[in-house]
């Protein structure tokens, strides 16, 4: 977390004694003081009911309408011509072949799943993610070696042999795996989230640590329809994603994924109406180290593809900085009902000092 300027920064990040890491001013700062902007954005899922009102490459939401400029084989639709040349820059030759096979396998599916369920079902606890993901490893072996090897690169010849580089012949079995797996119902924005999170570490290897430095959640499905769509999501893109894609395409980088996300994602949300509009979420790993505060003392901004924070009123030398986790609405809410939306949406008993002394505005 380091800001571009030559400036030291207003802040260090430390350990708390009951809440992890968080953010503590450096020196005493009045309102509106800019703190920090970040624009590492490791995966984002654009939810599939927005995918044509809202760009893919700025989140510029088009308020009902659609946009007109469209990248037709992937589906995603763009705000300016500028943003679609900047989507197909950073997505690179075998993230559009990706999403190209994605949009394929959807456009041809009514949508059988609903994805985000929010169901009253308990949490997958550890060892029930161990065997939901061992439970489908079977499968996926049989679909790796019917996409060309072990790995899933093809063999050395490219085509036109049903041997696969390790020297296994492709049976009827395998080939089979693959049909089976399509003919699994399918969760769009799940399989969104996997492809971005796959694809990300595809194209960034080198930011992987800023990832795997951040809190991880070991049992990030909210429930077990959440954790079959995801067992089953990677067997539908084992058997559709190009094949350089494959050998990052594996339960422990999905899990991976998951555990990081689920902490620290923040949504991406509509600019105006008090951000009404839920488009999707992701992960800014240099913006996770905020902790909540039910009276925050950092406000936090979406502009296009970045995040900006600023001192939301005066703060003082080694005060902590704070974030909301909560929308207006929910913030305005009593204590034990803010409490309740933190312990359910992100895990934790609230321990900011609003919540602790119990003070609340008349
Ligand atoms: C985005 S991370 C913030 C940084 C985190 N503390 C760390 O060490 O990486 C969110 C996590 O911080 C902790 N946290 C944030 N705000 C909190 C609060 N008000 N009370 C208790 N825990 C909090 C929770 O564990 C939560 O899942």
Same mark, same amino acid.
């Given at each position: 977390m380091q800001e571009p300027t030559s400036k030291p920064p207003l802040y260090e990040i430390r350990d708390t004694?009951?809440?992890?890491r968080a953010v503590f001013a450096t020196s005493s700062m009045v309102?509106s003081t800019h703190l920090l902007t970040c624009s590492d954005?490791?995966?984002?899922?654009?939810?599939?009911?927005?995918?044509?009102?809202?760009?893919?490459?700025?989140?510029?939401?088009?308020?009902?309408?659609?946009?007109?400029?469209?990248?037709?084989?992937?589906?995603?639709?763009?705000?300016?011509?500028?943003?679609?040349?900047?989507?197909?820059?950073?997505?690179?030759?075998?993230?559009?072949?990706?999403?190209?096979?994605?949009?394929?396998?959807?456009?041809?599916?009514?949508?059988?799943?609903?994805?985000?369920?929010?169901?009253?079902?308990?949490?997958?606890?550890?060892?029930?993610?161990?065997?939901?993901?061992?439970?489908?490893?079977?499968?996926?072996?049989?679909?790796?070696?019917?996409?060309?090897?072990?790995?899933?690169?093809?063999?050395?010849?490219?085509?036109?042999?049903?041997?696969?580089?390790?020297? @296994?012949? @492709?049976?009827?079995?395998?080939?089979?795996?693959?049909?089976?797996?399509?003919?699994?119902?399918?969760?769009?924005?799940?399989?969104?989230?996997?492809?971005?999170?796959?694809?990300?570490?595809?194209?960034?290897?080198?930011?992987?640590?800023a990832?795997?430095h951040?809190?991880?959640?070991?049992?990030?499905?909210?429930?077990?329809?959440?954790? @079959?769509?995801?067992?089953?999501?990677?067997?539908?893109?084992?058997?559709?994603?190009?094949?350089?894609?494959?050998?990052?395409?594996?339960?422990?980088?999905?899990?991976?994924?998951?555990?990081?996300?689920?902490?620290?994602?923040?949504?991406?949300?509509?600019?105006?109406?008090?951000?009404?509009?839920?488009?999707?979420?992701?992960?800014w790993p240099q913006a996770s180290y905020f902790n909540?505060?039910?009276?925050?003392s950092v406000k936090k901004?979406?502009?296009?593809?970045t995040w900006r924070f600023e001192a939301a009123?005066?703060v003082e030398e080694g005060e902590e900085l704070s974030i909301?986790?909560?929308?207006?609405?929910?913030?305005?809410?009593?204590?034990?009902?803010?409490?309740?939306?933190?312990?359910?949406?992100?895990?934790?008993?609230?321990?900011? @000092?609003?919540?602790?002394?119990?003070?609340?505005?008349?």
């Open positions: 004694p009951h809440h992890g309102a954005l490791t995966l984002s899922v654009l939810l599939r009911e927005y995918r044509r009102e809202v760009c893919g490459q700025c989140f510029n939401y088009a308020h009902g309408r659609d946009w007109r400029i469209r990248d037709s084989t992937t589906g995603f639709v763009f705000c300016a011509e500028a943003c679609r040349e900047q989507w197909r820059k950073e997505t690179g030759h075998v993230g559009i072949q990706a999403w190209t096979a994605v949009e394929t396998l959807i456009s041809k599916r009514t949508k059988e799943d609903s994805d985000l369920v929010d169901v009253d079902m308990p949490r997958p606890a550890a060892l029930d993610i161990t065997t939901a993901w061992d439970g489908v490893a079977a499968q996926a072996a049989l679909i790796r070696i019917a996409r060309g090897g072990k790995g899933g690169f093809p063999n050395a010849a490219g085509s036109g042999s049903d041997d696969t580089d390790a020297g @296994v012949q @492709v049976t009827k079995q395998h080939k089979r795996a693959i049909q089976k797996a399509l003919q699994q119902p399918i969760s769009p924005d799940v399989m969104s989230f996997c492809v971005t999170g796959v694809l990300w570490l595809h194209n960034n290897p080198a930011s992987l640590p990832l795997l951040l809190e991880a959640d070991t049992t990030p499905y909210p429930n077990a329809l959440d954790l @079959v769509a995801f067992t089953r999501s990677y067997l539908h893109l084992l058997a559709i994603l190009p094949l350089p894609l494959l050998p990052l395409l594996t339960p422990a980088n999905l899990m991976l994924l998951s555990s990081r996300d689920s902490h620290n994602a923040f949504g991406i949300r509509s600019l105006e109406d008090d951000g009404a509009e839920f488009f999707g979420y992701g992960c909540h505060s039910c009276d925050p901004t979406r502009v296009g593809r009123r005066h909301t986790y909560l929308s207006t609405e929910e913030r305005s809410q009593e204590r034990a009902s803010r409490m309740g939306i933190l312990r359910k949406n992100w895990g934790f008993e609230c321990g900011c @000092v609003k919540c602790i002394e119990g003070v609340e505005a008349p």
